[in-house]
């Protein structure tokens, strides 16, 4: 099963209309959102495609496909707009025989994390900077970065999970890291 993990939209429709397309042309099931999708937050500069009712329409066409968490900058309001659940802290995405535990990633995250069993994924953003970190008990905490914001000279980036294996790609369609299990 593939799936595209992503994180931190933060309203920019430009990046959001590039991940669909992306997810879209990789035959992809399902598209897993790691929170803040529509609003940019006030400790963010504004992205340059900031468009959050457009991000809300693209979105919506998928929403069947599209498995989401809810982020720090992500409010009830956006939940009136957007055709699927944002609210919840935290989901379980089971595939390929890997369990997945997908979080925004400011509550949990490899320092501070939810119960897991032993070699469990834990997913989540909100850092803008991809991440690969081992901890607990064979578990890997991974960040695929922001699609709008990237942070310490990141690119703009996703996860392509895919038969076990989670690919780093950036937007322009380089992988740059990978985590095999």
């Not at 997810?23 to 099931?29: F, N, P, T, V, W």
């Not at 905490?141 to 703009?156: D, R, Y």
Request: charged residues 20%; aromatic residues 8%.
């Amino acid at each position: 099963m593939k799936i595209i993990i992503a994180s931190d939209i933060h309203g920019d429709a430009v990046c959001a209309e590039r991940l669909l397309k992306i997810y879209k042309e990789s035959g992809a099931s399902r598209l897993l959102l790691l929170g803040d999708v529509l609003y940019h937050g006030p400790r963010n500069a504004l992205p340059a495609g900031y468009a959050p009712a457009k991000v809300a329409d693209m979105l919506n066409e998928i929403k069947d496909e599209i498995i989401c968490v809810r982020g720090n900058c992500d409010a009830e309001v956006d939940g009136m707009v957007l055709k699927f659940p944002i609210m919840s802290e935290m989901t379980v995405v089971e595939a390929d025989g890997v369990r997945m535990v997908a979080t925004h990633g400011h509550h949990y995250n490899a320092e501070n994390p939810p119960a897991l069993a032993k070699g469990d994924v834990l997913l989540g953003g909100h850092t803008h900077v991809p991440c690969i970190k081992s901890f607990g008990n064979e578990n890997v905490f991974l960040n695929p970065g922001s699609l709008s914001i990237p942070k310490e000279n990141s690119a703009h980036s996703y996860i392509l999970f895919d038969n076990g294996n989670f690919m780093f790609y950036t937007l322009e369609g380089e992988e740059y890291m990978s985590y095999f299990l």
